[in-house]
């Protein structure tokens, strides 16, 4: 058909990209120009065509097609990871804080009762102080532990969820003191968690 049409129409097919089986029954890909040729008053009387393999490039092509597609994905894995951390950031952050401000608060109140010789005053204020220091660590661990789950495998058990509100509580003790916020709250469930 391509032979009639360049015949007819006196066009040349140039570069276009086909498949062609081998002798051996393996498919090639090949570039194939076909050219009209005139007689001397002008008419087509043949063709002369050229197939120039093409099968290594096709295949260099659709290989840095796959790199692409693999490097895409990689791309926006990273930002889905990038984002991740910047949400971790803010959230390790945040609840570094609590700790910090209670420590803080409690020992200045440990100086004020120091001056004024209340020693079961200082004896609380030194266990709010160890309370807040053991509060912290627990949260880096935490934190570290958070940082670990993307590369190990979940390890699903009950876990009640009015333990880790009362958890969240006390880390906000202070703030809920200061601001005089009352909560109230329903008995939560029992779910499966890491």
Not at 145 to 163: F, H, I, V, Y
Request: proline letters at 3%; charged letters at 35%; glycine letters at 4%.
């Amino acid at each position: 058909r391509d032979e009639q049409n360049t015949i007819a129409n006196d066009e040349p097919l140039v570069n276009r990209e086909e498949t062609v089986v081998d002798e051996r029954g393996h498919k090639q890909w090949v570039l194939t120009t076909k050219v009209p040729v005139h007689d001397a008053k002008g008419r087509v009387t043949a063709i002369v065509g050229m197939s120039r393999d093409i099968t290594e490039r096709k295949h260099m092509v659709e290989a840095l097609e796959e790199h692409s597609r693999l490097l895409e994905e990689a791309n926006e894995d990273l930002q889905r990871r990038n984002q991740e951390l910047d949400e971790f950031t803010y959230v390790a952050s945040h609840d570094l804080q609590e700790p910090l401000r209670k420590l803080s608060a409690f020992s200045d109140l440990l100086r004020e009762d120091l001056d004024k010789d209340d020693r079961e005053a200082v004896r609380t204020d030194l266990q709010a102080i160890t309370t807040g220091a053991q509060r912290m660590q627990q949260l880096v661990q935490d934190l570290l532990a958070l940082s670990r789950s993307g590369r190990q495998k979940m390890e699903l058990q009950p876990t009640p969820l009015d333990r880790c509100v009362d958890r969240a509580l006390e880390a906000l003790e202070l703030r809920l003191r200061e601001t005089a916020a009352e909560i109230r709250r329903r008995r939560l469930p029992v779910v499966r968690g890491d």
